[in-house]
């Protein structure tokens, strides 16, 4: 890819953000001649999600803090309010991809092969935050790390929001429950 292609691309992503911001449910506009598909789409704006998160957790881990889950929470919650519309676009949208009017026309095997892209990035992003908050470990089953991470996903969507620079409560932190997050996991 040239720099005038990633430039393109880039100005066509925020225009697809922009647009949606007024309803990011809605079918979204977008340039074909650089996305063929709208899950081709949804899988560069879910990469633009997890470059921003990954380098925020990154810096994040990086002051030493024990509560990795709170950091993690603390990150992923700050991101999706700095970056309303784009959580807004995947959430609205990725799950979605296979029932796309693009999917529908498509020929059954490149509708099967993009449903499996948009879940293996959605499931990658999952095992992602249950490593990265200390929930898992690699030498665990892919498909059990992602199920974890699935699990602590909806937990971070559904807890109260508090303002990401605000201290988490010392009632509860840094105590640990031997097996308490896999019984949360496994319960989900």
Request: no cysteine.
């Amino acid at each position: 890819m040239s720099w005038t292609d990633f430039y393109r691309r880039r100005d066509a992503l925020d225009a697809v953000l922009r647009d949606a911001a007024g309803d990011p449910s809605a079918p979204l506009d977008f340039d074909r001649e650089l996305f063929a598909t709208e899950d081709d789409l949804l899988l560069a704006l879910h990469y633009r999600w997890m470059q921003q998160l990954t380098g925020r957790l990154g810096v994040a881990l990086e002051s030493g803090s024990a509560d990795r889950v709170g950091t993690v929470t603390r990150t992923w919650r700050a991101l999706a309010a700095e970056q309303p519309v784009l959580r807004a676009v995947l959430d609205a949208h990725l799950n979605s991809a296979e029932s796309s009017p693009e999917a529908v026309e498509a020929t059954e095997a490149v509708e099967a092969t993009e449903a499996v892209e948009a879940t293996e990035a959605v499931e990658r992003e999952q095992r992602m935050l249950a490593l990265t908050a200390g929930l898992a470990e690699l030498s665990e089953p892919a498909d059990e790390i992602a199920r974890v991470g699935a699990a602590f996903e909806r937990l971070i969507r559904t807890e109260p929001s508090t303002s990401p620079n605000a201290a988490p409560s010392t009632s509860h932190r840094n105590t640990i429950v031997p097996g308490r997050h896999r019984r949360l996991a496994k319960s989900a």
